[in-house]
């Protein structure tokens, strides 16, 4: 059973950094692409950084300059700089593995940013 487990998260005040971890266990292959998604109370969950199976990334607009997504085999990091209240939320990894034919979620790991 694919498990992704998440963890880094905590309470940064505005303008501090903070780093968080996705690791996988559970499958034979390795994913093919990981993200970093965010879901704040009352809105929807969206995309905040993207580590493809080629090595390229994609960033939402409001993190571009600010957070860094990287990549070890079945871990992912988001880095996470110059943060904002804006950018409080709870954070979700997700990892796509091709040969299982799925999308696979943590549990995510909440990020409060404030003084």
């Known amino acids: 059973q694919v498990q992704l487990v998440e963890s880094g998260g905590g309470l940064v005040q505005p303008g501090g950094s903070r780093r968080l971890s996705c690791t996988v266990s559970?499958?034979?292959?390795?994913?093919?692409?990981m993200g970093w998604y965010r879901q704040a109370p009352g809105k929807q969950r969206e995309l905040v950084a993207l580590?493809?199976?080629?090595?390229n990334t994609n960033y939402a607009d409001s993190v571009k300059g600010r957070f860094t997504i990287s990549r070890d085999n079945t871990k992912a990091y988001l880095q996470m700089n110059s943060l904002k209240p804006e950018d409080t939320a709870r954070y979700y990894c997700?990892?796509?593995?091709?040969?299982?034919?799925?999308?696979?979620w943590g549990q995510g790991t909440q990020v409060t940013v404030s003084s």
């Open positions: 580590h493809t199976s080629s090595g």
């Open positions: 997700k990892a796509v593995i091709v040969a299982l034919r799925g999308d696979y």
């Open positions: 559970g499958s034979i292959f390795s994913p093919n692409a």
